[in-house]
């Protein structure tokens, strides 16, 4: 078993906004808002018609409902925070490869490629 009383203190991991499926998620949730906001604003006369008869408010009423509710309750951020996440990791390593054995197996290889350029020399 590996001593790790001599292991520094201080160590933190990366947050989730600093490794690159973090920054994929913010270009990604700029990206979602950015097309929401010109949405509410080119259709904001329809949305406006659609929720003046009863019907329509009943719709809008239920879907801001819905929204609030998952801003308010801890364990719906949880888990759609939890999603979100998962499937930035997911899209960010059909691009890059993020996961460790996969950087080392990439890495050696590197290193094999090296040591065969410099062995015909």
């Known amino acids: 078993m590996a001593d790790l009383s001599n292991m520094d203190s201080s160590f933190k991991p990366k947050s989730f906004w600093k490794r690159p499926e973090g920054v ?17 604003f080119k259709y904001s006369a ?5 929720a003046s008869n009863t019907l329509g408010l009943v719709i809008t009423l239920l879907a801001l409902g819905a929204i609030i ?3 308010l309750d801890p364990k719906m951020r949880a888990l759609v925070s939890y999603m ?3 499937i930035m990791r997911w899209i960010t390593g059909i691009f ?3 996961d ?3 950087i080392l197996k990439n890495y050696i290889e590197d290193l094999e490629n090296s040591l065969k350029k410099w062995v015909h020399r």
């Open 24 to 40: 994929a998620g913010a270009l990604f949730l700029a990206g979602i808002l950015g097309g929401l906001g010109l949405v509410l």
């Open 46 to 50: 329809q949305i406006l018609a659609f």
């Open 69 to 71: 509710y998952m801003v």
């Open 84 to 86: 979100y996440k998962s």
């Open 96 to 98: 890059v490869t993020i």
């Open 100 to 102: 460790p054995i996969g």
